[in-house]
């Protein structure tokens, strides 16, 4: 078929960018959008979310997803419309069990005398166009990424004029949008499949119903909007009673007062997608935390291991060093002990303390060394006993010790401390080696040794 020339061209797997509108066409969805100045329609698809819509989106909900209801509400003042247009609602039972959780909005289109009541007083009232969601919603309609639920038939132009209409083909079926001075005021979807007599005869009756109910004023334009001729359209505009032309379609845009009708099941999704982000960003948390105590666990336990075979490699380097040293000390040692094992140090050590921590002799008890001197000249003692009694038993050690028979053993008188230990000094010399000089005391030759 022959397209019109102001038809924007339809695009099926471009993913529409810029301000994009979701919008039930003739034959499916279409995504309408404005890109460098040129309308864009991709589509159609057989849902919303084919066309892959991206965030930010207008959602342009069909006549089968709301219901229309113009309805008049009396002028009170100090009372906002919208509380007066939710009573009416209320009363007509189009809100539900929960009028507070009810998704719907309203427009006021315009105001005029009210009939006088019972009392003769007269007054004004207001006519408010509303459009309530449908319940249960259909699921296919919802998008998440969309920010704004529309009503199609307001962000379509309307025809020019006070009063006017608009006939449109939408998902497969016909519906007419009625305009009160560029305002949306109602859509109604059509029983008639096909323009004709039958179609012609439903609008006669609708229109007479909306002018008695004082909806709609005197029509003063009907507008046909389609792509694609329609067999007898002429014909069927002809049998209207009111004026009609045709025109092509025009790309969807938002009416300066953006409605916005969000399915109660959007916001459930959109409220457990957010609890599932949070609990992911927990999770995610709580791994990085997991993952930064493993990480200072092995550090702490392998920096040792680290410090151990640095140590290791250390020590390694210095083992050629330290094994000739060891051999050297070894050797010397090895080589005092044969020549006098009896002036060899460790010897010596050994025997002077061994009264004082073996058992074997009879140990000497309450007795304990301070300062051992040791050289070739002589061995130098000092220590403490816990009175002169134990003190003189172990200078009797020395004397009568046959391991100590080499050296000469002299000491000074103890010394009384303030605890009533004794300090004491004694002092061996070796053959040749000489008694110090100034040295108090007297000397006990050892009996072994004379």
């Known amino acids: 078929m022959k397209k019109s020339a102001s038809r924007p061209k339809l695009e099926k797997k471009k993913t529409p960018s810029g301000q994009v509108f979701l919008f039930p066409g003739p034959k499916g969805w279409e995504a309408w959008s404005r890109e460098g100045g040129e309308i864009r329609c991709m589509g159609p698809a057989e849902l919303p979310k084919k066309l892959r819509p991206p965030v930010g989106a207008v959602v342009c909900l069909p006549s089968r997803a709301f219901y229309s209801i113009p309805v008049w509400v009396p002028l009170v003042e100090q009372t906002p419309p919208r509380d007066l247009v939710a009573l009416v609602l209320e009363r007509k039972g189009m809100l539900g069990a929960n009028p507070e959780a009810a998704v719907w909005s309203m427009d006021t289109i315009r105001t005029q005398p009210a009939p006088r009541d019972e009392s003769g007083e007269a007054g004004a009232r207001q006519l408010a166009a509303t459009a309530i969601l449908a319940v249960p919603f259909d699921e296919n309609c919802i998008v998440e ?247 003189e038993k172990y200078f009797n050690w020395l004397k009568g010790n046959k391991a100590l028979a080499l050296y000469q053993w002299s000491h000074p008188q103890p010394r009384l401390l303030p605890n009533g230990n004794a300090q004491f000094q004694a002092e061996g010399i070796p053959p040749g080696g000489g008694s110090k000089e100034g040295e108090e005391g007297g000397t006990d030759a050892n009996a072994n040794g004379s």
């Open 145 to 391: 990424e969309a920010s704004r639920y529309e009503v199609a038939g307001r962000v379509l132009p309307p025809p020019e004029g006070e009063s006017t209409a608009l006939l449109r083909q939408e998902l497969g079926r016909w519906v007419i949008d009625f305009y009160q001075s560029g305002k949306w005021l109602h859509t109604q979807p059509l029983l008639e499949r096909s323009p004709g007599a039958g179609m012609a005869v439903e609008l006669g009756a609708l229109f007479a119903q909306l002018e008695g109910e004082g909806v709609l004023r005197e029509l003063q334009l009907l507008v046909f909007r389609d792509d694609e001729p329609q067999p007898g359209v002429a014909d069927f505009l002809a049998l209207l009673t009111v004026p009609s032309r045709l025109e092509t379609r025009m790309p969807p845009r938002l009416a300066s007062q953006s409605w916005n009708l969000p399915p109660p099941t959007l916001t459930e999704r959109r409220l457990v997608k957010a609890e599932k982000a949070k609990q992911r960003k927990i999770l995610r948390t709580g791994c990085w935390v997991y993952a930064g105590l493993m990480t200072l666990g092995l550090v702490y336990v392998f920096i040792p291991l680290v410090r151990k075979k640095i140590a290791e490699r250390e020590l390694a380097a210095l083992a050629g060093d330290a094994e000739k040293i060891r051999s050297a000390a070894m050797a010397w040692r090895e080589a005092g002990a044969l020549v006098q094992p009896q002036i060899n140090v460790l010897e010596v050590l050994w025997e002077v303390s061994r009264p004082l921590v073996e058992k074997d002799p009879p140990q000497i008890e309450g007795v304990r060394l301070t300062q051992f001197e040791y050289s070739g000249k002589h061995v130098f003692l000092t220590g403490e006993g816990k009175d002169l009694e134990q003190t």
